[in-house]
T-cell receptor, first 112, second 114 residues
């Protein structure tokens, strides 16, 4: 099955700086890559996603890039704010269906 | 608010017992997914249902079972509970129509087995 890895496990950034989280996946057949944000006591919330026929997607301060050849994708958060502090999960679809394999998550801490 | 409702929020029970977790999907969603979240394993896919039928199985133990009812709500049954079953259990739903069909998660049920 699909194996998704995330790096780094914890990321601390100064408010206003950018944060980048990288993920790698193992199955070249995977073609859908969502990112989820999880705050304490809540479930994962979808923040952005990308399909394999697109190299980059942006939504306000959040962007995702995909490199199919290298099998990695990244989440970029610009102008970070304290409310961006959370655990971020990347995921990849398995076998072209909606089942997702998740990475183990990155704790992002934005320091005011 | 994702629109996915899970009950109860917390559950504390003893080893060997049986519990039922309940999930109501977003209005209009036909697919329900169950995930287990533990500190060392992250989010692990357990099982998926689509319009009442089992669609896919992941790392679900034989002691665990699930079903989706005609009104589309789903239940996850965990039996002969062990200490290692303590975790957060999430339900997610999607429309199930086309691909991709983004998953929307509930706030989970925290299970503690003592």
């Amino acid at each position: 099955g699909e194996n998704v890895e995330q790096h780094p496990s914890t990321l601390s950034v100064q408010e206003g700086d950018s944060a980048v989280i990288k993920c790698t996946y193992s199955d070249s057949a995977s073609n859908y890559f969502p990112w989820y944000k999880q705050e304490l006591g809540k479930g994962p919330q979808l923040i952005i996603d990308i399909r394999s026929n697109v190299g980059e997607k942006k939504d306000q301060r959040i962007a995702v890039t995909l490199n199919k050849t290298a099998k990695h994708f990244s989440l970029h958060i610009t102008e970070t704010q304290p409310e961006d502090s959370a655990v971020y999960f990347c995921a990849a679809s398995e076998d072209g269906n909606n089942r997702l394999a998740f990475g183990k998550g990155n704790q992002v801490v934005v320091i005011p | 608010d994702s629109g996915v409702t899970q009950t109860p929020k917390h559950l504390i029970t003893a080893t060997g017992q049986r519990v039922t977790l309940r999930c109501s999907p977003r209005s209009g969603d036909l697919s329900v997914y169950w995930y287990q979240q533990s500190l060392d394993q992250g989010l692990q896919f357990l099982i998926q249902y689509y319009n009442g039928e089992e669609r896919a199985k992941g790392n679900i133990l034989e002691r665990f079972s699930a079903q989706q009812f005609p009104d589309l709500h789903s239940e996850l049954n965990l039996s002969s509970l062990e200490l290692g079953d303590s975790a957060l259990y999430f339900c997610a739903s999607s429309s199930g129509q086309g691909f991709p069909s983004p998953l929307h998660f509930g706030n989970g049920t925290r299970l503690t087995v003592t």
